[in-house]
Each structure stands twice: as structure tokens, then as C-alpha cells.
């Protein structure tokens, strides 16, 4: 009977500990898997990591660099393997692993944690599953829980999409994100480099791109769509570029984690800071045209001419350099949203049209598109562009972004015509758009993209077909700068908005969960972002408010609503912050009207988790 009771009290312990290591652990993006079991490893000094011989190079430096700013601990690292009795973490490749590319298998157990993939993706994935049970604090040792993680990526495209031509952001910047995004598992960057308002990577062989084409009349302080264009004789002081030596050291630093770099030079529209730099791309020859690199949102006279060869011409040797420099095997082109009024007028636009029996500008549009995917084709590339491409005669053998939602269906029609599509759903994953009460939020197009709808998106449709569904290569968010000129905003926008794209593209939807997702943000996340020093946005927490004015009776009908799960809204009308002591929000009340409303969110322990909301009701 004794016995009998021992062991009852054995495993309810047991079962107690593993729920305390469950709850402990807050992984992000979700595993496909994970049981904890058994006796923690303890990472301390003592500790060895062996990692594969070829692999040596890479993963030693970003390791040890990892272990010894987040713990303090200089381990030992080598590629051959361990002594009996030694303690280690070992990374080992196999290639018949039942997972997917960029899987992983994590085993912790008392003597040894091991990393076991089918590629170097999967076990840096791994190695950012172990990191994320270490503690924020530099603490020396850490008690590794016990247990198994298998795990796969719902998509091979994980991608984030940073527009640095609206405004331009450091070097630095880039590897900063590139270094916390790969820590969730993002592996794809996607770098728009040119717009209207800035050309921003060196080609050698048109230097103008960068002198005159990467700067732009300072409007600081007025509205993006209000600004005034640039005159020739303003000094252009805002801007800047990368040179050739700095993207190499970006690809570089992003091939250790695991990321591939996806530039974008974006024609035929979208392309003012070009024919700044070289007005023989536009559309006339004596064309009473502004050539300055557009200041803010209007950009007439953005497109390069479809009908000259010369055109055709640069673009090859642009195309030619970035080839060279990017080893990712995508180069986008773009060919979003191109304006084609002065196409309709160029006599070299339509004198294209007639010798190819071109019925519209649209099929001008699709004859350029092919003309460049030609060159781009010569550079043995595949060549990406936004859905437009897929306008007037298509372009066979290309990848579509798929952003547009509504009127157009790119995201079923892409890949039933057989092309292969990255999701980047304009309605989902525009991360440019404000995350919570316009009127709380820094100046961004006016619509609420909030982090539980990010997090939310299905970026497969269900009207595809399996064999359609093998063509969706994965999702993207994109972040587009005009309203993000400094290194803060841009963060803020981004986070944590990109860890809920970063879920949305990793993890099943069986394992997918907002309210674990948003505890996760709160108990752990938030806190690992601000160990990076990343200025995330807390707008998850803020209440939005709305009321009814009720004139005949003189009195409003107040409404408080969260996209937030377990939290409690409490609320003042006295003018008071709210705290734990005010009014529980439990539903609509009513309120006199010129009543100032003041509410906020509150976890279990009573913290107030975003800032206030204030509404004085009319
Ligand atoms: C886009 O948003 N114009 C791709
Ligand atoms: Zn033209």
C-alpha cells in the first residue's frame, strides 16, 4: 500500500513539474511538438558544442557569440566529437530525418541536448528553440529542461519585406532585424531598394543612380502626401545608400542565420529616383517633365519608357550587377502599380505597341515584363514580381507576390495558372498600417491592422487544390516606409507584428493558438526584445473605445473592446487613470455626455498593460 501511494505521489511530482516546465516555456513560433520529460541538462561552463566540420565556420562564431552575451559562458566548441562522460550540446546532420528542410529534432536529456537536422537551416532553427529556454538574465548556468522538440516549417518562405526607399535605414539597422527576425525563424529578407523616393544600392556602372538618384529636398515635418515637389537648384541632403562592400556584408552575416536576401529593384513604375538619375528613361526626349527624386507621396512621371531599346539596354546592366552580388536565386523586378499615362502618349511606347500588335498598355505592360525577365532569365535567375505582372499576356515561368485582395484574386488565381506564390496579403500583412486606435498610433495609412489579425491570416485560400496549395510558397509581411522615418518607428511597427507573421509562416494551424501566442508576447517576448534593444509597440493592450450618442435622452452608450484574451478592461468617468479599484468592464454602460471615459488593461496581477485610453463622449 505504502508503495502503491509512493508511487502515486511519484508521478503526480512528475506530472507537476512537467506542467511547470510547459507553462514556463513560451516558444515562438510554436513547435509542431514538444514533450518535456526527464532530468534537466545543466548548461554551465563545462559545457562542450560540437558542431558539424563543415559548418565550423559559420556556426562556431554565431554560437559562442550567443552563449557568451546572453549567459556570460565561454564554452568549449569543436567539430569532433565528444569524450565519454563529456557534457555536450551536439549539432549533427541527417539526412534521412523524417522532417522537413529546415526541420529539426532537439533532444535534452541530463548528459547532452542534440540538434539533429537534414541541413544547416535546421539546426540553426533548433538552436533558436534551445535559446529560447535560456533566461533573459546573464545568469551563468541554466537548468535546460528535459524534453523533445520535433519540428518542421508550415512554409520554406518566411519572409519580412523592408522598403528602405521611402526612407532610408543604416546598415546597421538591417543586420540588427536580420539578427532578431532569424531568431524566429524568418529566412527570407526582401529588400525593396528602389522607389520613387530613393535609389539605394551602388551600380558601378551607373553612378548617377547613387549620386544623384539615393537623395532628395528635405521635407521634413510635412504631411507625405501634402509635400511640394523638389525644384533642380535645392540642395538634396535626405537619403543615402548601400555600397557594394555593404550589401556583401549583409549577405554574409544573413547566410549565418540562415536568411536569404531577396533584393528588389522595382520598374517599370515606382521609378522617379531612375529617370532622376538618367531622364533618357522617360517616356520623351524633350519631355517638360520634373526630374527630381520625388520628396513624399506624389510622384507623377514615375515610369521608365517601355518602348525604347535604350531602356531595355540599362536595365540589363543594372539587372547584370545585382545578379552578380546576390547569391539568392530570386531577383524581384517589381511591376507594381506602374502609371501608364505617358506610355499612352510616348511615340516610342506605341510605336512598340503597333509592331507587336500590343492590344492596350496592359500588354505594353506584360511585353516589358517579358523583355526583362529575358535578362533576368540570362542571369540564370528566377524572377519575382507583384501580382500586376500577371496582367495583360502574364509572365510564364515567373514568382508572384500576391498582395492585392478584393476587386483582384491573385492569391487563387496565381497559382492556379500555375505560378509559384509568396502570400503578402495587403489586408494582412501591410505592416504598415497603424495596430491599434488611429487617434493612440503614430501617423500611418488610416486603417487598423491589429497583431491578432496578423496573427490570424490563413495565407493558403481554400479554393485551391492540393496540387495548387504545393505552388504557395509562403507568406511575407511587408513593411513600406513612408511613415516610418526613424530606426524606432520602423521597430515599432515591425514588432511584434513580424513574430505573428513569423508563427503564421512556421507553425501548423493545429498548434496555432492567439491567446498562448499573446501570453507568450506578455510573459517573455516583450522582455527578449527589449534585451535586443528593440522599440516594440505594445498596442496589443490598448482598449478601444466608441460610444452612441443618444440626443433624445441626452445620454451615450459607451463601448470597450480588446483584442486581447483573459485580460480585464477597468475603467474610470471621474476623471481618474483606471486601476484594478475602478469599474470591471462587462459590457456597454451608459455615460452623461461630455463625460471624460478613461480605460485600461489588466493582467491577473493587476498591471496595467498599454497605456490608457481617454475619450471625452460629445
Ligand atoms: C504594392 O503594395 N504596391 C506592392
Ligand atoms: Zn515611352
Not at 147 to 152: E, F, N, Q
Request: with cysteine.
Amino acid at each position: 500500500m505504502i508503495k502503491y501511494l509512493t508511487s502515486i505521489l511519484f508521478f503526480l511530482m512528475i506530472g507537476f513539474n512537467l506542467q511547470v516546465a510547459a507553462q514556463e516555456y513560451h516558444f515562438v513560433p510554436q513547435p509542431e511538438s514538444v514533450s518535456f520529460s526527464g532530468d534537466a541538462f545543466v548548461l554551465d561552463k563545462n559545457t562542450k558544442v560540437v558542431v558539424p566540420k563543415k559548418f565550423q565556420g559559420e556556426l562556431i562564431p554565431y554560437l559562442a557569440e550567443k552563449f557568451y552575451s546572453d549567459l556570460g559562458l565561454n564554452l568549449t566548441y569543436s567539430y569532433r566529437n565528444p569524450e565519454m562522460g563529456e557534457k555536450h550540446i551536439l549539432f549533427k546532420l541527417d539526412k534521412n530525418l523524417a522532417v522537413k528542410d529546415e526541420g529539426y529534432l532537439l533532444e535534452v536529456q541530463p548528459a547532452s541536448i542534440v540538434v539533429t537536422a537534414k541541413n544547416y537551416g535546421g539546426l540553426f532553427n533548433g538552436f533558436q528553440t534551445l535559446h529560447q529556454t535560456f533566461p533573459l538574465e546573464n545568469s551563468g548556468t541554466v537548468n535546460v529542461p528535459g524534453m523533445t522538440v520535433k519540428d518542421s516549417p508550415r512554409f520554406g518562405w518566411r519572409g519580412i519585406m523592408l522598403d528602405v526607399s521611402r526612407h532610408f535605414q543604416p546598415k546597421e539597422f538591417i543586420l540588427k532585424h536580420i539578427d532578431v527576425l532569424s531568431s524566429y525563424k524568418v529566412n527570407k529578407f526582401h529588400w525593396h531598394l528602389t522607389d520613387d523616393q530613393g535609389w539605394r544600392i551602388e551600380i558601378k556602372k551607373y553612378p548617377n543612380l547613387t549620386e544623384k538618384g539615393a537623395w532628395r529636398a528635405d521635407r521634413t515635418g510635412v504631411s507625405w502626401w501634402q509635400r511640394e515637389e523638389a525644384t533642380a537648384e535645392e540642395p538634396k541632403t535626405v537619403g543615402g545608400f548601400y555600397t557594394q562592400e555593404d550589401i556583401k556584408e549583409v549577405i554574409a552575416y544573413a547566410k549565418v542565420r540562415n536568411v536569404e536576401i531577396i533584393p528588389e529593384i522595382d520598374v517599370p513604375g515606382h521609378s522617379k529616383a531612375l529617370v532622376a538619375s538618367y531622364p533618357q528613361l522617360f517616356c520623351y526626349d524633350e519631355p517638360d517633365a520634373n526630374f527630381e527624386v520625388a520628396v513624399g507621396g506624389k510622384a507623377p512621371d514615375n515610369a521608365v519608357c517601355a518602348g525604347k531599346d535604350t531602356t531595355y539596354e540599362f536595365l540589363e546592366g543594372v539587372i547584370e550587377e545585382i545578379a552578380a552580388l546576390f547569391p539568392s536565386k530570386y531577383l524581384h523586378i517589381g511591376g507594381d502599380e506602374c502609371n501608364k499615362s505617358n506610355w499612352k502618349k510616348c511615340p516610342y511606347c506605341q510605336g512598340v505597341k503597333t509592331e507587336n500588335n500590343l492590344k492596350d498598355e496592359e500588354e505594353l505592360q506584360s511585353y516589358f515584363i517579358q523583355r526583362v525577365h529575358k535578362i533576368v532569365k540570362a542571369q540564370k535567375k528566377t524572377m519575382i514580381g507583384w501580382d500586376e505582372i500577371l496582367s495583360g499576356k502574364g509572365a510564364p515561368g515567373a514568382t508572384i507576390m500576391a498582395w492585392r485582395r478584393g476587386t483582384y484574386t491573385p492569391e487563387i488565381t496565381a497559382p492556379k495558372e500555375g505560378y509559384p506564390t509568396v502570400m503578402t496579403s495587403y489586408k494582412h500583412m501591410y505592416i504598415s498600417q497603424v495596430q491599434g486606435p488611429t487617434f493612440m498610433e503614430p501617423e500611418g495609412p488610416k486603417v487598423v491592422l491589429p497583431l491578432s489579425k496578423v496573427y490570424g491570416h490563413e495565407p493558403l485560400p481554400a479554393e485551391l487544390t492540393p496540387e495548387e496549395v504545393n505552388r504557395v510558397l509562403g507568406n511575407e509581411a511587408c513593411l513600406w516606409g513612408e511613415f516610418t522615418p526613424t530606426q524606432e518607428h520602423c521597430e515599432y511597427m515591425l514588432y511584434p507584428r513580424a513574430l505573428a507573421s513569423a508563427e503564421v509562416s512556421w507553425s501548423d494551424t493545429k498548434v496555432k493558438d492567439w491567446k498562448r501566442f499573446q501570453t507568450a508576447m506578455e510573459a517573455s517576448h516583450f522582455k527578449r526584445l527589449e534585451r535586443e534593444q528593440v522599440n516594440y509597440a505594445k498596442s496589443l493592450f490598448t482598449v478601444y473605445a466608441s460610444y452612441a450618442l443618444d440626443e433624445l435622452e441626452s445620454e451615450a452608450y459607451v463601448y470597450l473592446n480588446t483584442e486581447t484574451v483573459g485580460y480585464d478592461i477597468f475603467y474610470s468617468t471621474n476623471g481618474e487613470d483606471p486601476t484594478t479599484a475602478s469599474t470591471k468592464y462587462e459590457s456597454d454602460f451608459i455615460a452623461a455626455p461630455k463625460t471624460l471615459v478613461k480605460a485600461g488593461l489588466f493582467n491577473k496581477e493587476g498591471t496595467l498593460l498599454g497605456r490608457v485610453t481617454e475619450i471625452r463622449l460629445k
